[in-house]
């Protein structure tokens, strides 16, 4: 089985800073890694995946992430963070062969002060 | 442009009175989803359809129950809503392919009385 695991419930930055959201995953078989970003009161937005071509991905919004397998990581990075990143980040993992099973970190809020 | 459309927004209603939320799609794609999301929580994935073969999460409660009638409609039925169901419940697609990202409508948003 699968499993996602998303270092701090929130994650707090100034305008301008460095954003970046931890995500490991545990899998027995190589996995499709998924990013998603869930406003208030909205569904989830794919930000970015995955899916064993290259290991550094870019997605929407400048966000990227970078698979590593020796530490089965893949954090989600942005190099300056706006007010409107304000949001919630689910980082999730999708290993079933023949359609989409997501099993889905806790997320992690992300603050962004003035 | 090509959506996941969920109907209505929010929804009202009462202790035991049954509710349906509805979900279209002009993706044309052959997996859909329903997800329960409570406060501050990750989404709960209640069931989903390859194409029309139906499959129930070991843990979804026998109240709520689901049908296709066809590729772009998906409708959720909650038998006797408890207070335990007020949430927000979102609707998904996918093309086959567990490398393919789901797509997410915007949810509706139950509240029980």
């Known amino acids: 089985a699968q499993s996602v695991t998303q270092l701090g419930s929130h994650v707090s930055v100034s305008e301008g800073a460095l954003v970046l959201l931890r995500c490991n995953y545990s899998?027995?078989?190589?996995?499709?890694l998924f990013w998603y970003v869930q406003y208030p009161n909205q569904g989830l937005q794919l930000l970015l995946k995955?899916?064993?071509?290259?290991?550094l991905v870019k997605g929407i919004n400048g966000f990227e992430a970078e698979f590593k397998k020796s530490e089965t990581s893949f954090h989600l990075t942005k190099p300056s963070a706006h007010m409107s990143d304000a949001a919630e980040y689910f980082c999730?993992?999708?290993?079933?062969?023949?359609?989409?099973?997501?099993?889905f970190g806790k997320g992690t809020m992300l603050l962004v002060s003035p | 442009d090509a959506m996941v459309i969920q109907n209505p927004r929010y929804q009202v209603t009462q202790f035991g009175k049954p509710v349906t939320l509805s979900c279209s799609q002009t993706?044309?794609?052959?997996?859909m989803y329903w997800y329960q999301q409570k406060s501050s929580q990750a989404p709960k994935l209640l069931f989903h359809?390859?194409?029309?073969?139906?499959?129930n999460e070991a843990d979804t409660p026998d109240n709520f129950q689901s049908r296709r009638p066809n590729t772009s409609f998906c409708f959720l039925d909650i038998r006797s809503p408890g207070l335990g169901d007020a949430a927000m419940y979102l609707c998904?697609?996918?093309?086959?392919?567990?490398?393919?990202?789901?797509?997410f409508g915007d949810g509706t948003r139950l509240s029980i009385l």
């Open positions: 998904a697609t996918s093309r086959q392919g567990a490398n393919q990202p789901q797509h």
């Open positions: 899998s027995s078989v190589p996995p499709y």
């Open positions: 995955y899916t064993s071509a290259a290991t």
């Open positions: 999730a993992v999708s290993v079933s062969s023949g359609y989409s099973t997501l099993t």
């Open positions: 993706l044309n794609h052959n997996v």
């Open positions: 359809y390859y194409d029309k073969d139906f499959n």
